[in-house]
Nanobody
Framework: QVQLVESGGGLVQAGGSLRLSCVAS????????LGWFRQAPGKEREFLAA????????DYAPSIKDRFAISRDNNQNTVYLQMNSLKPDDTAVYSC??????????????????WGQGTQVTVSS
């Protein structure tokens, strides 16, 4: 059983940056592909980014590809999401996810095995 705990959210002005972290415990971290999602009030959950277990392959949603970057540190059991040039529309709860398959993360999130509780990001105008 893998537990995921996000941190790094908060209130930031438009144009600012945040780096989210997600620490995993309870499993073999390096065996899992990891991803980030967000959900704004009244909207569906949205895929943002994914990274393979070795960190060599990443995938991004087109809407954030030029502003966000996913990375991982297998020694620290942590995945990061660097978010730059933030906009008010980026306001949402951001969650990390883990699964053996990056395909589940990028295309069929209903199959994802492990989710974190989420961290709130609020971008003021």
């Amino acid at each position: 059983q893998v537990q995921l705990v996000e941190s790094g959210g908060g209130l930031v002005q438009a144009g600012g940056s945040l780096r989210l972290s997600c620490v995993a415990s309870g499993g073999t971290f390096s065996s899992y592909a990891l991803g980030w999602f967000r959900q704004a009030p009244g909207k569906e959950r949205e895929f943002l980014a994914a990274i393979t277990w070795g960190g060599t392959v990443t995938d991004y949603a087109p809407s954030i590809k030029d502003r966000f970057a996913i990375s991982r540190d297998n020694n620290q059991n942590t995945v990061y999401l660097q978010m730059n040039s933030l906009k008010p529309d980026d306001t949402a709860v951001y969650s990390c996810a883990a699964d053996e398959s990056i395909v589940s993360i990028t295309t069929t999130p209903i199959k994802i095995k492990y989710w974190g509780q989420g961290t709130q990001v609020t971008v003021s105008s």
